[in-house]
């Protein structure tokens, strides 16, 4: 899933925003955050395309997108624990947890096809 966090701590302010996976009761992440970013790109409202997908022993998660004028095209794996799973594998692929309330509005849906290119 895709995790984030609002971060007041660093000037200015700025949402993290990070893969994140539980293999077999391990949590992963990576180091850094995917991409951050600050108030003024938030307030434009732009789309960010989210992807997550799995290939065999690993999960992939991408973003891509424009927002301020600076072109977001990101994209990591992390180890999947459980490979052969299939039914319920996106069943928390829309978790939002934390303490802090978002931003800004979140919209999300779940399409499970191939990718194409648009």
Do not use: K
């Not at 180890?79 to 052969?84: S, W």
């Amino acid at each position: 899933m895709f995790g984030w966090r609002w971060r007041n701590d660093l000037d200015p302010s700025r949402l993290e925003i990070t893969a994140y996976a539980n293999a077999d009761g391990v949590h992963q992440w990576q180091d850094d955050p995917l991409v951050s970013l600050t108030g003024d790109e938030l307030a434009e409202e732009a789309p960010l395309r989210y992807r997550i997908w799995s290939d065999g022993g690993v999960y992939g998660f991408s973003i891509e997108g424009t927002i301020g004028g600076r072109t977001i095209d990101v994209a990591t794996t992390l180890p999947r624990g459980c490979t052969d799973a299939t039914a319920s594998r996106w069943a928390a692929g829309l978790y939002f947890g934390g303490t802090s309330v978002a931003p800004t509005t979140i919209t999300a849906r779940i399409a499970e096809r191939a990718l194409t290119a648009e």
